[in-house]
């Protein structure tokens, strides 16, 4: 009698047993569905990626970025040009030179080095865009031309050159080095004070040339696909239009040289460049997540990431093996490929997409912590890009504008006075996408875009304190003669 009890209390050890078995195989196997499916989703997003010709891997963006044959390579004659370079940072300052480093309103620190006493390159305030340089400040830039001559040859050669990859290793995604950017930004700026400097002597063909070649360096960062290295180029760019502007308030030019800068704008845009710097990012931004996923990251970068509290890497590991890595992932591609789509669409369009992609990523759940993190800031991109594309355009239209003037002997009344013998069309304003406005002054004319406020403010260049867009402010190319 006393063997049921015990047999029956045994049954159910054993019931109970194979149950809670059953139970675990059953959340191991819902945990290995739920895994896979994770997995499967994310391989359909790289999947789609390259279906559409791009690159989803850093290895892949790398070979994307094109290697041009040897000898065609104008990286190598602008490395050659970055070692030739005087920078002047290690001669002292020479206070008898006039300079307004030292004008407190200008927010300018006091001159430590020749250098800095320059303009553009220096702190050296430029009179303005009608009135010639003080003698000094001409002997300054003379001086600092002369002991850069040989960069500048090299420079000037490197234009002719239509092919450009500058020698870095994709491969590494976060921890690429982009060694190149900063002499780049140096070229533009020497090659600003050469145009000016041929300005002041009047002579406009090398003053051509200087603009020409400063727009070849801005062109050759229009294929590499990273962010950092297009906000480079449009700088480059910027500083390029501005050396016209400036030409084109001091002196004439022929049809045949305002035609020719015309083109060599024209080539120095590309319209894919932002769109292949969001590819490029996404590439980066997934190696991050990829190498965190196979514990591939040195703990000083994983420091980097989640700070130096072993709570963090607790926490972290947690969110590695509950999925919550992978969901992170999905997203982030899910945003990047928004923003991939924005930067193809037509201004104005494309910067009402970023801001509602901004807005979408402002509600991300704090689960998303490497989406939060990682995730390149398009609104801001697509604006700095709207400023250039403004400024290109307006520039196009002052060069058509000119065209027609020597043409015609006065200015045109109105832009679709210029269509068809110097523009195909009056070109559109990227923040409103209505024609560019024009304006006549007293002595010259304005041409304008009305910038981020989307408000007319008749062509207001800087307000009372001098800044540039911001609001009530335009972007404009004004000739005043």
């Given at each position: 009698m006393n063997d049921q009890p015990v047999q029956a209390r045994s049954n159910r050890k054993r019931h109970r047993f194979k149950t809670v078995v059953f139970v675990l195989l059953g959340f191991l196997a819902l945990y290995f569905v739920y895994w896979y499916s994770l997995s499967s989703a994310i391989r359909r997003r790289f999947d789609s990626i390259r279906r559409a010709g791009l690159p989803a891997t850093c290895a892949e963006l790398d070979k994307w970025y094109?290697?041009?044959?040897?000898?065609?390579n104008a990286a190598d004659v602008y490395r050659e040009a970055f070692a030739h370079y005087e920078w002047w940072t290690n001669k002292p300052a020479r206070l008898s030179?006039?300079?307004n480093a030292t004008d407190r309103s200008e927010f300018s620190p006091p001159p430590r080095t020749r250098r800095d006493q320059l303009p553009v390159v220096g702190f050296a305030k430029l009179p303005s865009r009608t009135e010639p340089l003080p003698?000094?400040?001409?002997?300054?830039?003379?001086e600092y031309l002369s002991d850069n001559a040989e960069a500048l040859r090299l420079l000037h050669q490197a234009s002719a050159m239509k092919s450009c990859r500058y020698p870095i290793d994709l491969?590494?995604?976060e921890a690429t080095l982009l060694i190149h950017l900063n002499p780049l930004r140096q070229a533009s700026r020497l090659l600003s004070l050469e145009a000016m400097e041929q300005t002041e002597e009047q002579r406009p063909q090398q003053a051509v040339e200087s603009v020409i070649t400063s727009l070849s360096v801005s062109r050759s960062l229009n294929q590499e696909p990273v962010l950092i290295s297009y906000l480079v180029h449009?700088?480059?760019?910027?500083?390029?239009?501005?050396?016209?502007?400036?030409?084109?308030?001091?002196m004439p030019l022929t049809d045949a040289q305002l035609a020719k800068l015309s083109v060599a704008i024209e080539e120095s845009e590309n319209q894919q460049a932002l769109t292949r710097a969001f590819v490029g990012e996404r590439c980066i931004g997934d190696d991050i997540f990829d190498s965190l996923r196979?514990?591939?990251v040195p703990m000083d970068q994983m420091v980097s990431f989640l700070g130096e509290s072993p709570w963090w890497c607790h926490l972290f590991w947690l969110y590695r093996t509950t999925g919550?890595?992978?969901?992170?992932?999905r997203c982030y591609l899910d945003i990047m490929e928004e923003k991939v789509k924005a930067t193809q669409l037509p201004p104005p369009e494309d910067m009402a997409a970023a801001s509602a992609i901004a807005d979408k990523e402002n509600h991300l759940s704090h689960c998303h912590v490497l989406s939060r993190m990682l995730l390149p800031a398009l609104d801001g991109a697509m604006i700095k890009a709207g400023r250039c594309d403004a400024m290109i355009r307006d520039t196009q239209t002052a060069i058509a504008v000119e065209r027609y003037?020597?043409?015609?002997?006065?200015?045109?009344?109105q832009l679709s006075n210029l269509i068809p013998a110097f523009l195909p069309t009056v070109p559109s304003d990227p923040f409103d996408g209505k024609p560019l406005r024009y304006k006549t002054l007293e002595k010259g004319y304005v041409v304008y875009s009305v910038g981020e406020d989307r408000e007319d403010n008749g062509g207001v260049e800087k307000n009372a304190k001098g800044q540039m867009y911001v609001p009530g402010t335009d972007i404009t190319f004004t000739v005043e003669h």
């Open positions: 094109t290697q041009p044959p040897a000898g065609e030179v006039a300079s003698a000094e400040m001409r002997q300054l830039v003379a491969n590494k995604g449009i700088a480059c760019q910027g500083i390029s239009l501005e050396s016209l502007q400036r030409i084109l308030n001091r196979s514990e591939n919550l890595l992978e969901l992170d992932e003037r020597l043409a015609n002997g006065t200015l045109p009344k």
